[in-house]
Every structure is written in structure tokens, then in C-alpha cells.
């Protein structure tokens, strides 16, 4: 199974994340599929980035989110896109309304 989750970066009690789709079986830190974001939550606003149209994609075919990333991801409102793809919308349209990402 394929699931969305984080990877841990950083030093010793400075951790940052990066969103990866990986396969269930790989630990937490090893092989990957893909990057698609990252968070710092030891930022004063703790940053957030997702590329949402590579999130859509690995969602729309069955990917699965962790619990954490699941949050990150509604709070980022691609979840609300998701259903709205379910719907019939393209990725295309969904990712057209977004901001860019940098």
C-alpha cells in the first residue's frame, strides 16, 4: 500500500518534515517514491507547503494519508479540492485556482 506521510530532517531537536509518498512496508526515514511538500513546525507560523497537484494525483489513485498529514492537508484545504475531484472537476481546474507554489 502506498501512503502519504512525513520524513524527519533537520538537527538534533530542530526537525523538519518532508511530505513523501512511500510504500507502507519502508521505514520512516528510508526509500521513497516521491516528495510532495514539507513542514517546519518550529517556525513562529509553522510553514506548510504542498505541490497540490502531485498530492491530488497520488490521492485520486489511492494513496493513503497518515493521520498528521491528513491534518496538513486539510489545513492547506486540498482535501476540500479532492472531494471536489471526486466530484468531476480536472486537476487541472483545482490547481489553476490555487497559489503558486515556490
Known amino acids: 500500500m502506498v501512503k502519504i506521510r512525513l520524513r524527519r530532517t533537520g538537527t538534533k531537536k530542530k526537525p523538519h518534515y518532508r511530505l513523501v509518498v512511500a510504500d507502507s ?5 528510508g526509500r521513497f517514491i516521491e516528495i ?12 506548510c507547503k ?10 485520486s489513485v ?4 497518515t493521520d498528521p498529514v491528513k491534518k496538513l492537508l486539510q489545513s492547506t ?7 471536489q475531484l471526486k466530484q468531476g472537476a ?3 481546474e483545482l490547481v489553476a485556482k490555487a497559489p ?3
Open 90 to 92: 480536472s486537476i487541472e
Open 36 to 47: 510532495i511538500g514539507y513542514y517546519s513546525p518550529t517556525t513562529e507560523t509553522k510553514e
Open 77 to 83: 484545504g486540498t482535501m476540500e479540492k479532492l472531494t
Open 25 to 29: 512496508r519502508t521505514a520512516r526515514d
Open 62 to 65: 489511492g494513496a493513503q494519508p
Open 50 to 59: 504542498v505541490h497540490e497537484d502531485r498530492a491530488l494525483y497520488w490521492l
Open 100 to 102: 503558486a507554489v515556490a
